[in-house]
């Protein structure tokens, strides 16, 4: 798959708003695909948001591997940071991410009581695009306060969101860095929707996507595509998803662009396989 070049001219002016509107913050609430939490960490937001009490929320948890994702959340902690699955469409979402606010908040929220002042605590959401943020609001707010869209981009200003008298939380654009240097990430990232499948050749990105999970869930894809088989060259692999589901063009001609499609959908929805692309480093 050819480089990934995906920097758009509105993400510095996402990066001023960040900064202009962070004298007024007492929590980062960072929002990661759990499915690849490496990949969707933005690395600029360790300089931009230092001396900020933060946590993070591991999202689509339910599509991970959860395995994984404990392991993700163990290697958080030795850092310092709080860190918890959610799932933005489930039910507990809203519990676990308040609790981990309010951990969060609390050495501020005590000192101010102590000076007789209710602290009303003011919260960041940040991630790149497509990880969740205003879904997970929406739970967290019990009604559809944010804007809420399954492409990437569709935040796209400050919304101020209150869910207690002293809690409010701001949704914010999905914020990318500027260079992918790390291509591997780049396509993790790329299976995931997070960057706008337009600039991208769909059938290089699904036949990639294939290669891999016959390596790491090989059976499964074999389950949801009858035809694939555990030695399928890479080249041949949407052919045997295209039989699978009798995705022909006129004349017999196997429809690889649709397999593609569905393919990509299908895995992000978490219907191939529960897969997290990418493990904590060990001896953090």
């Known amino acids: 798959m050819p480089a990934i070049n995906w920097y758009p001219g509105h993400m510095a002016k996402t990066r001023r708003m960040l900064q202009e509107n962070l004298k007024m913050i007492d929590v980062i609430v960072e929002i990661l695909d759990a499915r690849a939490p490496k990949a969707s960490r933005n690395p600029d937001f360790d300089d931009l948001f230092i001396g900020k009490a933060r946590v993070v ?26 860190a918890a699955g959610v799932s933005a469409t489930g039910g507990a979402a809203k519990k676990i991410a308040v609790g981990l606010i309010e951990k969060a908040a609390k050495p501020r929220v005590d000192a ?76 993790h990232l790329a299976y995931l929707g997070s960057i706008k499948d337009e600039i991208m050749d769909s059938e290089d990105l ?54 593609s499609h569905v393919v990509l959908d299908e895995f992000r929805a978490g219907k191939i396989a529960r897969v997290t692309l990418e493990q904590p480093e060990t001896g953090v």
């Open 57 to 82: 929320l591991l999202n689509k948890s339910d599509l991970a591997d959860s395995n994984a994702t404990k392991r993700w959340i163990s290697y958080y902690a030795k850092q310092g940071i709080e």
């Open 112 to 187: 101010m009581k102590a000076k007789g002042v209710n602290k009303t605590v003011r919260c960041m959401i940040v991630g790149i695009p497509n990880v969740g943020k205003s879904t997970l609001i929406n739970r967290i707010a019990g009604q559809n306060r944010a804007e809420v869209g399954d492409r990437p981009g569709v935040t796209r200003g400050k919304q101020w969101v209150k869910i207690t008298p002293y809690l409010e939380l701001m949704d914010t654009p999905g914020m990318l860095w500027p260079k992918l240097e790390d291509q591997e990430l780049a396509s």
């Open 206 to 259: 699904a036949a990639d996507l294939l290669a891999l999970l016959q390596t790491t869930s090989g059976n499964q894809l074999i389950e949801r595509y009858s035809k694939v088989a555990v030695d399928t060259p890479k080249e041949e692999l949407l052919n045997a998803v295209c039989r699978s589901r009798g995705f022909l063009l006129r004349g017999g001609e196997l429809d690889t662009e649709r397999a």
